[in-house]
């Protein structure tokens, strides 16, 4: 699944050590859009093109710690271009990079009202509100989309 880490690219680097367990907080940090300040204070702005690049590559990772953590960060950091990579993690092995996926997509809240969302995006969610093995994520797919035809 992971491919070639681009030596040209730092963060590269950097998205690939987020598999190491006490480097995680510093990483993500380094990997926001504004390092050191509060992620609050950070929500909805978009980070750099090398670290975009980084994080969309780490969508792709072997390792699942490593694609939930890059979903985490591009929850927080909006970027449409990272969009059909997140959507092919609706279809993760792992519940938790799953349920994450759709919180990315459908989320203005961590996004400073900027949702990812569109009606083919809730077309796919709808699917895993109807068969998902997970029940955390067919209950959670159910709500979004719940909440959506409201």
């Not at 090398?50 to 969309?56: F, G, S, V, Y």
């Not at 799953?98 to 989320?107: D, F, M, P, S, T």
Request: with cysteine; proline share 5%; aromatic share 6%.
């Amino acid at each position: 699944m992971s491919k070639v880490i681009d030596t040209s690219n730092p963060f590269f680097e950097l998205v690939d050590r987020l598999k190491i367990k006490k480097e995680r907080y510093i990483l993500g940090d380094l990997l926001s859009a504004k390092p050191g300040t509060r992620p609050s204070e950070q929500r909805g702005k978009k980070v750099s093109e090398h670290k975009l690049e980084a994080l969309i590559w780490g969508l792709s990772h072997d390792n699942p710690v490593v694609r939930w953590q890059c979903l985490q960060l591009l929850d927080a950091h909006p970027d449409h271009r990272a969009v059909p990579y997140i959507l092919n993690l609706l279809n993760d092995p792992v519940p938790r990079v799953r349920w994450h996926a759709i919180h990315a997509l459908e989320c203005d809240a961590c996004k400073a009202g900027k949702s990812l969302l569109t009606s083919t995006l809730l077309l796919k969610i709808r699917l895993l509100a109807k068969q998902d093995e997970s029940k955390r994520v067919l209950s959670y797919a159910q709500r979004v989309v719940s909440q959506l035809s409201d």
